[in-house]
């Protein structure tokens, strides 16, 4: 029991210090990216491939003179760009998710306490996993479908000579995730059939 309230504890101290430190990279990326751009509306980070039409530029090496071609594989820029349908669409859904994400967040905490004062395998418990786990994953899924309706809006508006616009792939790791809810699952069943167990005895 000693060995549940100290990954408890951990879990809390963990998940509060990768917040901050999200928010504070969040943050000052935020900041950065803003710089004197207060004439453009939109900031783009681009990954990109060369055409086969494209003639690569050539960098020499300073010890030995040696040129060698190079190519980007990412732009980074700001321009002016509408956003589409579906990114405004996307964009109304954010904020109700961001308050079930908060209340996700604190049934995680009202987990902790719970498994502190002694009562881990109950109901209770169970429902706050779900609603912690599947809160996090439904806002992984709005991010990445904000992020590739943003890939397509982008692309769409955007002509860079000798290259194409291609979609980077999932921001996320999604395998974390995916583990954590079927270690929820698994300690529902866990649950169940301790409750089961209980009204044999």
């Known amino acids: 029991m000693k060995k549940i309230k100290l990954l408890a504890l951990l879990v809390i101290v963990a998940f509060v210090a990768q917040d901050l430190l ?20 939109a900031h783009f980070d681009l990954a990109v491939q060369p055409t086969p039409a494209l003639v690569p530029d050539t960098l020499q090496g300073v010890t030995n003179g040696v040129k060698a071609p190079y190519w980007a594989t990412r732009i980074e820029g700001y321009g002016r760009i509408q956003k589409s349908v579906p990114q405004i669409a996307l ?42 786990v599947y809160s996090a994953l439904l806002l992984g899924v709005l991010s990445e479908l904000l992020s590739y309706a943003s ?4 692309a769409a508006h955007v002509d860079i000579p000798g290259y194409e ?8 790791a999604w395998l974390p995730y995916l583990l954590l ?7 529902a069943i866990g649950v169940k059939l301790k409750e089961e167990q209980d009204l044999t005895i």
């Not at 999200?22 to 207060?38: I, K, L, N, V």
């Open 91 to 132: 964009s109304v859904v954010v904020f109700p998710l961001a308050l079930f994400v908060l209340y996700g967040i604190y049934c995680l905490i009202r987990l902790v306490i719970s498994v502190l004062r002694g009562s881990v395998f109950t109901r209770k418990n169970v429902l706050r996993m779900r609603l912690f």
């Open 151 to 154: 890939y397509l809006n982008v």
């Open 181 to 187: 809810a079927l270690f929820t699952e698994i300690f």
């Open 22 to 41: 999200d928010m504070t990279r969040g943050f000052t990326d935020g900041m950065q990216a803003a710089g004197d751009s207060t004439e453009y509306n």
């Open 165 to 172: 616009v291609v979609y980077s792939g999932l921001k996320y």
